[in-house]
């Protein structure tokens, strides 16, 4: 029976001369690791398929990200070759519209000009019209002037230098004058 409750000793853990055996040392129990590979053994002989599931569409879900990635970074690339192509088109965009800028600002000032020259030449018309007019109506004022001048002028001489006598017998020779153009 010694050897018996030695050899349960020694499997317990125990050694012959009291001391703790290599397999049971405190905190690193040689069971506690049997017990976690049983453990471990028996779960995944149970979840075997749905780990197996779980990890085939994990798998499949990791794959389709990175597709989905590199679809965004072609895209990206893409985009990026596209800006860098205009960046370098930049210049001679610039240009090409600073010319065609300047062509529209020429045509426009063309045209301002052309526009003034004929609002010149419509108001000198125009004045040249007015002053046209303006001559004439001073040559009718004039000639009338110059008509009521002469007969004011007429008059004062006539009343100055006619007597009443010289006026009776004008009248009178006035009136065989008309006399005769009767008969």
């Known amino acids: 029976m010694a050897f018996m409750t030695i050899t ?6 125990m050694a012959a001369d009291g001391s703790t055996a290599w397999w049971d040392y405190p905190g690193l129990e040689l069971w506690k690791f049997l017990n976690l590979a049983v453990f ?3 779960m995944t002989f149970l979840l075997r398929s749905k780990l197996r599931n779980a990890m085939q569409a994990r798998a499949g879900a990791i794959k389709q ?3 989905v990635a590199k679809q965004e970074r ?6 990026l070759a596209e ?3 205009r960046l370098a088109r ?3 965009e610039t240009a090409s519209i600073k010319a065609k800028a300047e062509a529209e600002a020429e045509a426009e000032k063309q045209r301002l000009i052309l526009a003034t020259e004929q609002e010149v030449g419509r108001i000198r018309e125009q004045a040249k019209r007015e002053i046209e007019s303006a001559a004439k109506a001073a040559k009718q004022d004039l000639r009338r002037f110059a008509a009521q001048e002469s007969v004011r002028m007429a008059e ?3 009343t100055r230098e006619i007597r009443p006598e010289d006026d009776t017998a004008l009248a009178n020779r006035n009136l065989q004058e008309l006399g005769r153009v009767q008969a």
């Open 74 to 79: 072609d895209q990206a690339l893409a985009k």
């Open 65 to 67: 990200e990175l597709l």
């Open 40 to 42: 471990i053994v028996i």
């Open 83 to 85: 800006v860098e192509s």
């Open 90 to 92: 930049l210049d001679e």
């Open 8 to 13: 349960l000793i020694t499997l317990l853990g």
């Open 156 to 158: 004062n001489i006539l």
